[in-house]
């Protein structure tokens, strides 16, 4: 009996506990005006045929007035050292209700996406049914990006890399 409920403990430990001990952390940087206000973040490892892949996941919702056609969401990739690895816009091309709650799944090809411990999540750009598009300023997020502490951030890290 000692041994089966040592096995399940065991087996309940290392189920939960996440590649190399560590959790992929998400934050979000958020402002008080933006159209679709981040409710949610979280990613995860899953174990496929050739090692693990990273999906990121946002749930969001539109706050703004009018029917949402496009958006997109920045994300900043670090590793478990807290230095720069990526950046890659998570865009969805459904269309958005006022007051609709979404969740958006993305999985990015990064380059070392296994070793990714922290992922920072921004609304970048929305495209309304009437055809405005919408930004946030790069400035705003500059400026909110220096002030966390347990990065290494510097403003070229908001531009996507291009692959050629």
């Not at 992929?24 to 045929?49: G, Q, R, S, Y």
């Not at 969805?92 to 296994?114: A, C, V």
């Not at 405005?132 to 510097?154: A, C, G, P, Q, Y």
Request: net charge negative; charged share 30%; hydrophobic share 40%.
């Amino acid at each position: 009996m000692k041994l089966i409920v040592f096995a399940l403990g065991a087996a309940i430990f290392f189920l939960t506990v996440p590649a190399f001990g560590l959790n992929i952390v998400t934050k979000e940087v958020k402002f008080n005006d933006d159209p679709v206000e981040i409710l949610d973040t979280w990613a995860h490892l899953k174990e496929e045929n050739y090692g693990k892949d990273l999906y990121c996941f946002v749930e969001y919702i539109n706050r703004s007035e009018n029917t949402i056609d496009a958006l997109s969401f920045r994300m900043l990739f670090y590793d478990v050292f807290n230095e720069y690895l990526d950046t890659i816009s998570g865009i969805s091309i459904s269309k958005l209700l006022l007051g609709k709650e979404e969740r958006g799944r993305w999985k990015p090809n990064i380059y070392k996406d296994w070793s990714t411990h922290r992922i920072i999540v921004f609304l970048d750009r929305v495209r309304f049914a009437d055809g405005t598009i919408w930004r946030r300023d790069e400035l705003d997020i500059t400026k909110e990006l220096s002030e966390v502490k347990d990065i290494l951030f510097n403003p070229e890290q908001l531009k996507e890399k291009r692959k050629e």
